[in-house]
């Protein structure tokens, strides 16, 4: 089983991440804290809580190159924490917003980190060493609604969003003196690149994968999207399972993602020798379904519940309905994090639910898995 480990840090669990040695987590427990443990004998203590945000923290990042915390929250600020001897030291980051702040993301050199905002904005911050302080840049009147989640390209200029009016959209994000200009990409802070259109619904978890040529995000309308060669011209591919949607994915290598949400359970996805991504399985298996009927979505499962208590005569509770739970999560994941990276692949992997566990994942008990890796 690709389970190894099931943690239960809180009752439920909004965002989650990990320190460059994997020996701490920093969590945050659905409220305005950030809790952080370590692995002490086998067993994880709290050692130290985060506590400068009003309302509930929405994304946190830990980097691994500069070990500092950056977070998020619904309170429309954000805090880089730095580690100075054994206390986290906060230093607010003015983001201009007049909405909640949603998501964060390191960029992956870690000399800026991008937030994106029920402001209809992404706020691309860098460190401006005359001030000692963090500085904002927004990418102003390019969404149409939040922007549910951000993801850095490798080469740590373009950012891609997803927003709640169901596109995608991918921008430049140089700025003069804290980049390397490059001839061969010649681009001014803010300019839109691509816009993707190709999702009727919400959209959620944007990834790159790790050479930057594929990009991968999902649909509220239970599909998940992929974009080769992003450009101009940009090859596209979608994906309809009849599963509740995703919120997040993840490449573990250039042609294999998993992605997350509110089906309790990963799902697996690969391209084939002609780069066509289709849905591969589960990882591991559902529970059994215990109901003679078999009805598959949530009106379904809902009409199923009525229709067999109006038919004997019994209390909803009494009725088994065909709802299938995840193997270890019973309710939605809702973020997914790399592990341990061998080259480009992802061979183990950490996700958190609103059921306030934390579960490691190991694909090297999945042979048949493993051989899609390659």
Known sequence: MAVTAVHQLAQ?????????????????????????????????????VLQKHDQIISGIDWGARSNKIVTASHDRNSYV???????????????????AALCVQWSPKENKFAVGSGAKTVCICY???????????????????????VSWHPDNILVASTSTDGK?????TFIKGVDARDPKKESRFGELIVQLDLSS??????????????????????????????????????VVFRDLPLRDVLFVSEKMVIGVGYDCIPMVFAADERGIWSFIRYLGERKAVSSG????????????KFYGQAKLGVSNDAVETS?????????????????????????RFSTSGLDGKIVMWDLETEQDLLELLV
């Open 81 to 99: 924490w730095n580690l100075e001897r054994s206390e986290w030291v906060p230093t607010l980051v003015i983001l201009r917003l007049n909405r």
């Open 201 to 238: 619904s919400w959209t959620f978890g944007v990834k790159w994968s790790p050479s930057g040529n594929t990009l991968a995000y999902v649909g509220h309308n239970s599909v998940i999207y992929f974009v080769d060669d992003v450009g101009p011209s940009p090859l596209a591919q979608n």
């Open 323 to 347: 709802r299938t739970r995840g193997v270890v999560h019973e309710n939605c994941i809702n973020s997914i994090i790399p592990l341990s990276r061998q080259g480009t692949q992802i061979r």
């Open 293 to 304: 009927s078999r009805y598959g979505s949530q009106f379904s499962e809902a009409f199923g």
């Open 127 to 149: 460190y401006e060493q005359e001030n000692n302080w963090w500085v904002s840049k927004l990418i102003r009147k390019r969404h149409d609604s939040s922007v549910t989640s």
């Open 12 to 48: 439920c669990i909004t965002c989650h991440a990990w320190s460059a040695d994997r020996s701490m987590v920093a969590l945050c427990p659905n409220n305005s804290e950030v809790h952080i443990y370590r692995l002490v004998e086998d067993k994880w203590e709290k050692v130290h």
């Open 168 to 172: 995608c959209r991918i921008f430049s």
